[in-house]
Structures are given as C-alpha cells and as structure tokens.
C-alpha cells in the first residue's frame, strides 16, 4: 500500500461544512475498503459522493492516487459541468472519463448519493 509520492493535500477539515467533512470521511473509507476487498485490480474504477447541501456537486477521488492513499481532504469536489469547485490533492487532477460517467448519473439521478462504477473482474 502507499505506492505514490506523499500526498500533500490540504486539511480541509474545519474549510468545509460538517456534512461534507462527514461525506468526506465516508468516501474516503469506501475507497480504502475497495482497496482491502479488491476491487481495485483493474484500472478506472470510481467512487463519487453528492456533497450535501450542494446539489449539482459531488466528491471523486484524486485522479493518479491509489485507494488506499485517498483521504478526506484529498479528495476533489466537481460539478455536473466538470469545474472543480474544491482542489484536494494539489497535484493530481480529476480523470475526465470518471467526470463524465458520474456526473451523468447524478445529473439524471438526484436520489442517488453515491455512484460505485468498477470493472473488476
């Protein structure tokens, strides 16, 4: 586990609303557990979360870090246009192809918090 250089993301605790540090910490732990149950053994597979009280924004991983290297404050807050209205990880970006998968789903799926998109086999 930690294969990448050292992550250098802000501490965004405190920066956000509760709920989204709440969100934030959730997301964060779905993307570890991926790591820990495997499902992480092919490549661009995405977990995005609605930010609450924000509609139209949602949390997606760093685009270049593995899951088990995602933390809360690492993590970027897009919306459905593909602005990232929140950097976390000031070095890596969002990966477009997640973008346009997720923001798809949340655009035509309000109820759905959570988007789980693997290719694992």
């Known amino acids: 586990m930690g294969h990448a250089a050292p992550l250098r993301a802000p501490d965004l605790k ?3 609303t509760e709920a989204e540090w709440e969100a934030r910490v959730d997301l964060a732990a779905c993307y570890r557990l991926m790591a820990v149950f495997g499902f992480t053994d092919l490549i661009y597979n995405h977990i995005t979360l609605s930010v609450p009280g924000d509609p139209g924004h949602f ?3 760093p685009y270049g870090r593995f899951y088990d290297e995602v933390t809360a404050s690492s993590l970027h807050v897009v919306d459905l ?3 990232v209205i929140r950097r976390g990880d000031p070095d890596n970006g969002v990966n477009r192809a997640g973008y346009v ?6 655009a035509a799926r309000k109820d759905a918090a959570c988007v789980i998109h693997t290719h694992t086999r």
Not at 101 to 106: G, L, Q, T
Request: proline share 0%; charged share 5%.
């Open 81 to 83: 246009e593909g602005n």
């Open 101 to 106: 998968i997720h923001s798809a789903v949340h």
């Open 14 to 16: 405190g920066a956000v």
């Open 59 to 61: 949390l997606i991983n």
